[in-house]
């Protein structure tokens, strides 16, 4: 068994893993090719990375995470919406009862936000934006997911130390993440790893954890 940062030839596993592990999501639920399309943008955008566990040829976990130090153009969910937007459209037009799916109907908003972006071709990076007010630069965890038949045996917790050994590598002291604040079990998990919640915001939890960068 060995974790390690994810390339292109192992995406294939790793979207078998995500739609095992989140099969009622929007991105599983739209098909294949849109989970295939969100788990790429990790690999091609060179602000984020994905990791995973492979165990005997299989994925059995993964994590994926984002640098935010203001050059980038778009959040994650924004990011993931522009790359995965032409598959996620047809998709739409296949199952247009997914309109109705309460991620996407949180989403509305959202959406229009980067329909408005596709138009403009809008790229103007977060840290020039007159509304953008400066934080410290960290690493987000975007995403985490465990395979339901290898949950509950402490992977989780390996995702979220090579997670932050990653973070470390690449120079930051800082790591966040934002969860619904329903899921208890999550939130419990990540406390006993070492985050902290920080903040809450209607229906979601903020927390994050502080490391030590090693020279």
């Known amino acids: 068994m060995t974790t390690k940062e994810a390339l292109a030839i192992d995406l294939d596993k790793i979207v078998k893993c995500h739609r095992s592990a989140f099969p009622g999501t929007l991105s599983s639920l739209l098909g294949k090719n849109v989970s295939y399309r969100t788990l790429e943008w990790y690999i091609d955008n060179p602000k984020s990375f994905l990791l995973w566990i492979e165990q005997e040829g299989v994925c059995i976990g993964y994590a994926g995470g984002m640098i ?3 050059s980038q153009v778009h959040g994650s969910a924004s990011s993931m ?3 995965a937007f032409k598959d996620a459209a047809l998709a739409l037009i296949v199952r247009p009862w997914l309109w109705l799916h309460p991620e996407l109907v949180s989403r509305y908003k959202l959406i229009l936000k980067n329909i408005y972006f596709k138009i403009t071709g809008f790229k103007k990076p977060m840290k020039d ?3 953008h007010s400066a934080t410290e630069p960290h690493v987000g965890l975007v995403v985490i ?5 290898h949950q509950g045996k ?3 917790s390996l995702l979220l130390k090579a997670f932050q050994e990653k973070v470390v590598e690449l120079g930051f002291s800082k790591m966040s993440l934002t969860v619904l604040a329903e899921n208890s079990q999550a939130i419990k998990s990540y406390m006993s790893n070492g985050w902290l919640v920080y903040k809450h915001s209607g229906k979601s939890v903020s ?3 502080r490391v030590t960068i090693t020279k």
């Open 154 to 156: 402490g992977y989780g």
């Open 81 to 83: 919406i522009q790359y």
């Open 145 to 149: 997911g465990v395979h339901p038949q």
């Open 68 to 70: 935010s130090d203001g």
């Open 207 to 209: 927390m994050q954890k």
């Open 129 to 131: 934006r007159k509304n």
